[in-house]
């Protein structure tokens, strides 16, 4: 992978979005009744997921479920047909 992994994850979750493999999990989130719901779900149960990691100070731990709230709020952005370019540009405002 480049050094920007977040753009290379972005783009496949922007592919599994138009062509919907049946074994894709990304694909399962576009394609399920809940959708939206499903993923802000999952972005609850992570962040906790994250918190508790922190508290017990495992840093594994920690980068795998950082991991995890990135993918689902890259899958939340392209269900809401934003871009990474719309989080960068909200950050730099904030620099």
């Not at 809940?34 to 508290?55: D, F």
């Not at 100070?57 to 934003?82: F, P």
């Amino acid at each position: 992978m480049s050094d920007d992994v977040i753009d290379e994850v972005f783009a496949v979750i922007e592919d599994r979005k138009e062509t919907l493999p049946e074994d894709s999990y990304t694909a399962s989130l576009f394609t399920h009744e809940k959708g939206e719901n499903a993923v802000l779900e999952k972005l609850g149960e992570e962040t906790t997921e994250l918190i508790l990691a922190a508290k017990d100070d495992d840093r594994d731990e920690l980068a795998h479920e950082a991991a995890d709230i990135v993918y689902h709020m890259l899958v939340l952005l392209a269900m809401k047909d934003m871009d990474v370019s719309d989080l960068r540009a909200e950050l730099a405002e904030r620099r």
